[in-house]
Structure formats: C-alpha cells, structure tokens
C-alpha cells in the first residue's frame, strides 16, 4: 500500500490538503474522484519533496496574451484531461510544455506555481488578464465551487467554439465587401490619375468643346492629382479623429447605435448581438454562475454598447427584485420573441434552454443573411465597377470618336 499527498477543493469550496492510502495512483484518483473533490495535486508521499521550492512561486500579473484561438485549444485539452482523471496541477504542466505562444506557456507556468501555493484556478487565473476574461474566470469559479470542473470546461470549450464560428460567419461577410470595394477604389484612382491624364494632351488640341461628362471627368482628374496628399493626410486625420471618438463611452454608444441602422449591415449586427447574449447567457446560468454576476458578463460580451445598456438597465430591475423580461420589453433592441422566450423560461424554469434555442435561431439567421449578403455583394460590386470604368471610358472615347468622325467627313 502507497501514501499519496494531495491537493484539492471539497464541493463547497473548501482547500483541502491530507494523505490517502491506495495501491497505485490511478486508485487513489478514484477514490478523491468519488468524494466529488476537484483534485489540485496528487503526488506519492516522499516525491513531492523538491518541488517544494516552487511553491511560493506566482502571483505576479502575466501581461503577456495568447495566440488567437490557441485558447479554445487549451480550454478543451484541459477538460479532456480532467475529466480523463488528471489532476489540475499535472493538466497545466502538461499544457505549458506544449503551448506555442510565450503568453499562454508564461500563464500556464503562474497557474501552476499558483495550485502549488494553495491557490484556486481561478484566483490564479485573474493574474493572466490578458487570456482569460472574466467569464471564463466565473465559470471557472462555478466549476470549483459545484465540484464539476470537467464538465464546466467542457461546456465553456462548446461555447468558445460556437463564438469562434459566429465570429468567422462576421468575418466572411465583411471581408469580401471591404476587399472588393478597395479594388473598386484603386482601381478608379489608378484610371484616374493615371489613364485619363495622358488625354488631355489630345483632347486640348482639338480645339474643339468638349462632352460635359469628358469636361467633368478630366477635371475630378486634375483635381485629384493636384491634391492627392492632402485628401490622404485629410483621410487619415478624419479616420484618427472618428477612432478617438470612437473611444469614448459616448462616441462608442452612438457608433453602436449607428452601426444598427445601417441598412443590411445593421440587422445582421443585431442578430449576432442577439447570438451572442443568448449564448453566453445560457452558458452562464447552465454553469451556476449567479443571475447577477451573469448580467454582468453578458452585456460585456454582447460587442454592442446599446445591446450592454439595456443589459445594465434590466440588471438593476433584477436586483429591486422584478423578473428580466419585464426590462427587456421596454428595450427596442431586444425583438418580442426574444423577450418573449424569457419570459417564459423564467416561469418555467427552463430559462437556460430557451436562451440556447435563441441562441441556435439566430445562428442560423446569421449564417442565411451572411450566405445571402455574399450572393447579392458581388452582382452590386460588379456593377459599381461597370459603371464606373465605363464612365471613364465613354468621357474619354466620346470625343475620340466624334474626331473620327469629322475628319471621316
């Protein structure tokens, strides 16, 4: 029979330390495992020793971020293993071997000498800002608190995963309108500037008057390449200034607002809103993370600021006792099923399940208009291109043509 010192949390939250007896380790992981303990460190008694060193390690801020989706990765590396059986102690050394950026290898390092120290994961959590936000850290904090911590990682990997997806669908539909319409520009800037000038050499020495569109085309022209610098130094001290703004609590609120009325664009918006308050709203409360620290998160992570000001609203309506979808149904950004839906879910106690089906109904929304908008950018775009290469064209052919025909005669 063996000695195994451990580490670990009791489902009330509890820091437990203490030795158990078992034959091998894999026995003594059963038996922590089935007194519902989250396991921190599991190590033989007398092999445990020259780590001792370690543990006032820690506790300093990482100011160091993660690779962008190396998160997700790490988030559900770590619930396998958990739920596998590994305590959380050898879960992190084993995901700081292996991370690829030096923010989540120096993050996984904190952590670890942080459980060595007695931390919580969470509490170590909290000096790594920079890669977990707060709620991630929440459901986290109901992982140790309910004694579920595979299954809290889990469902918080399910839900990394679902954002990242909505995240790509947003990507998909912005990217080609943007690419498109900065060929449009070059493109008209290099006719422009580049193919119009060599005309009006010809053009002057005809002597003759010119089209009105020939007239108007030669002169936006001249004009752009007599102030090609200034329109650049003005656009980008007009982009400085709307990002400055953009920046205060003000400016940010009525960007929001504004990006929510633009036509096509903007109820595309609202639905990923919709989306993502649904999501994480229903993760939340699914993980027993409280109603209020709930409301909390979910207005930060909405990613519109008139989507997080009605949050905040109903958040103190919720405190003074009233139910969420009495708020709601005086917020216009909130749609009627949606307020609806809440509704009934707070009466029948199902309110996690209904937010998840919010949340599919306008995934699928998202996915359609995004496929849709796709299908109706590239006609549009061709024919912005169409006409305005063939304004250029007719301006500068026009009176090629009416030459031609003078000198025919």
């Known amino acids: 029979m063996n000695h195994f010192k451990y580490a670990a949390k009791s489902p009330e939250g509890k820091h437990l330390e203490g030795t158990i007896s078992a034959t091998t380790k894999a026995d003594a992981l059963a038996q922590l495992r089935s007194k519902n303990l989250v396991l921190l460190s599991l190590s033989e008694s007398g092999k445990g020793a020259g780590r001792s060193a370690r543990w006032s390690l820690g506790g300093g801020k990482v100011k160091k971020t993660a690779?962008?989706?190396e998160l997700v990765i790490f988030t559900r590396q770590l619930s396998t293993m958990v739920g596998a059986g590994l305590s959380l102690l050898e879960s992190?050394?084993?995901?700081g071997h292996q991370a690829e950026s030096p923010g989540m290898k120096a993050c996984c390092e904190s952590m670890v000498a942080d459980l060595r120290a007695g931390s919580d994961l969470s509490n170590s959590m909290e000096n790594c800002p920079k890669v977990f936000s707060h709620l991630y850290i929440n459901m986290v904090k109901a992982g140790e608190v309910s004694g579920q911590m595979d299954v809290i990682l889990a469902r918080l990997a399910d839900y990394q995963e679902e954002s990242e997806a909505l995240s790509r669908e947003i990507k998909l539909a912005m990217t080609y309108p943007v690419i498109s319409m900065?060929?449009?520009?070059?493109?008209?800037?290099?006719?422009?500037?580049?193919?119009?000038?060599?005309?009006?050499?010809?053009?002057?020495?005809?002597?003759?008057?010119?089209?009105?569109?020939t007239e108007f085309v030669l002169n936006l022209s001249n004009t752009l390449r007599e102030n090609v610098l200034m329109f650049i130094a003005g656009g980008a001290v007009l982009t400085s200034l709307l990002v400055m703004f953009k920046r205060t609590p003000r400016g940010s609120l009525l960007w929001d607002r504004a990006i929510l009325k633009v036509p096509v664009f903007g109820p595309l918006m609202k639905k990923v809103c919709l989306a993502r308050f649904s999501r994480t709203f229903s993760t939340l409360i699914r993980s027993g993370v409280p109603i209020m620290s709930t409301l909390d998160i979910v207005g930060n992570t909405a990613g519109n600021g008139v989507v997080e000001r009605a949050v905040t609203k109903s958040r103190e309506s919720v405190r003074n006792g009233n139910l969420l979808s009495e708020p709601l149904s005086n917020e216009p950004v909130f749609p009627p099923m949606v307020v609806r839906m809440i509704a009934i879910g707070e009466r029948t106690g199902a309110l996690e399940a209904l937010l998840e089906k919010i949340s599919e109904f306008y995934d699928a929304q998202v996915k359609a208009q995004v496929k849709a908008l796709t299908s109706l950018i590239e006609p549009l775009l061709i024919c912005v291109m169409g006409f305005v290469v063939g304004t250029v064209v007719l301006s500068i052919f026009i009176p090629i043509l009416d030459m031609a025909g003078q000198v025919g005669k």
């Open 182 to 213: 900065i060929l449009v520009v070059a493109i008209t800037a290099f006719l422009m500037m580049g193919v119009v000038p060599t005309f009006k050499g010809v053009f002057e020495s005809m002597g003759s008057e010119l089209p009105a569109i």
């Open 92 to 95: 992190l050394e084993v995901l």
């Open 67 to 69: 690779r962008k989706g």
